[in-house]
């Protein structure tokens, strides 16, 4: 699931202004409309799988084939053929993208209603989000990092990285579908219509609250990761003579750098819940989003730099506070679809996962959308090989 969020994030934008020539402000202006497209979809991909009846359960039939989609449009999104021009390209791009997120869609729903399902012991639900955060770290890593290896800075090479990385989307999928099927869950649809279920949702104003909240940080660090991309080509260089210059002439600086930060944020899951059950989650959470803020102005003063080296030791440092935020918020949502339950006896586990996940959505749609028009007010240059000069203006606009 993570591999696609770190692909639309992080990937898609830098591709189409970096190999396919497309301007950076009609990319980012793509991006944000299939995105808006995802957060269409959520509350209908919620809706009917609370509703689904079957064998395998409410959320089972929606993963297994949403996983086959999701894994077929992400190879169709960077196989553009080479004949077309930026027009074709962009249609190409645009059709494989809504492609793709419908069926993400189809997994990251109800595969977020069954945090609630699973337990209703929050110190459980804590560890649980602990060791689902620290495997969703190792899917950042492998779109993050192993992408970029694989694809080698070239247009055919991203459509290769995209054909080794999608059976391992689908089986990944299908495992943990066929892991959990004995697991303790509700089993029993909703009865509620579509508006009677929404009006629940909304009714829980301590939920709705921390949407709003997640989607803010959300956005300011999905800005971050749309721009890495172009940090790693533009602001953070290696003159070859720190520790870490040979591995980044290797692995690439992108795959370096995001390789420090997965690392950074795996060995900082124990830290985190351990800290959520001394101090209680939302302190916790607290202190995690300070010590966020403290590192990413450190790294603002230290770009641009030569020095690989410092900067990874940044991140990992930056991924050990970026923990917190990947953790903890997803821990206390469950906790709290617990005051709806509890008070009507519905559960719309599928309803609340979009509604969850409809905050962090919107943040990530108005990412590329904001960095694309920062860029190009600044005169952000687009190419097909990679890398250009860019203005003194548009490097400062980067940083």
Do not use: H
């Not at 689908?170 to 959990?180: C, E, G």
């Amino acid at each position: 699931i993570v591999v696609f969020v770190i692909v639309k994030q992080l990937l898609i934008l830098a591709f189409m202004n970096s190999f396919l020539g497309i301007p950076i402000a009609i990319a980012g202006a793509i991006t944000t409309a299939v995105l808006v497209f995802d957060i269409i979809s959520d509350p209908i991909i919620g809706y009917f799988s609370d509703k689904t009846v079957s064998r395998l359960g409410r959320r089972a039939p929606w993963m297994l084939l949403g996983a086959v989609i999701l894994a077929v449009a992400i190879i169709g999104l960077f196989a553009v053929p080479e004949g077309f021009g930026t027009n074709e390209s962009l249609i190409w791009v645009t059709i494989f993208f809504l492609v793709a997120t419908l069926g993400f869609t189809m997994v990251s729903i109800p595969y977020g209603a069954m945090a609630g399902e699973m337990t209703l012991d929050k110190k459980e639900r804590s560890s649980m989000t602990a060791w689902r955060m620290a495997f969703a770290s190792l899917g950042i890593l492998i779109g993050g990092a192993l992408i970029p290896i694989l694809a080698g800075d070239t247009r055919s090479g991203y459509t290769f990285a995209a054909i080794c990385v999608a059976p391992l989307i689908v089986l990944s999928i299908w495992f943990s579908v066929f892991f959990t099927r004995n697991t303790p869950r509700t089993l029993l649809p909703s009865q509620q219509n579509f508006s009677q279920v929404v009006g629940l949702v909304i009714a829980n104003r301590a939920f709705i609250t921390l949407v709003v909240l997640y989607g803010i940080m959300t956005l300011a660090i999905a800005l971050i990761t749309a721009g890495l991309p172009f940090a790693a080509m533009y602001l953070i260089l290696d003159d070859g003579n720190s520790l870490l210059s040979g591995i980044a002439k290797g692995l690439g600086t992108l795959s370096l750098m995001f390789a420090a930060f997965v690392i950074g944020s795996i060995i900082s899951q124990v830290l985190w819940v351990k800290l959520s059950n001394i101090y209680g989650k939302v302190t916790a959470q607290l202190i995690g989003i300070i010590c966020y803020v403290i590192l990413l102005v450190l790294i603002f003063f230290c770009l641009p730099n030569f020095n690989v080296t410092l900067l990874a030791g940044l991140f990992i440092l930056a991924g050990m506070t970026n923990g917190s935020y990947q953790q903890i918020p997803w821990a206390l949502y469950p906790d709290l679809m617990d005051v709806t339950r509890e008070k009507t006896g519905e559960s719309i586990e599928g309803a609340f996962s979009a509604v969850w996940l409809f905050g962090q959505k919107v943040a990530n749609a108005i990412s590329p959308l904001l960095l694309g028009f920062i860029l190009s007010l600044y005169g952000w240059k687009e190419t097909t090989e990679g890398i250009t000069e860019q203005t003194e203006a548009a490097m400062n606009s980067l940083q």
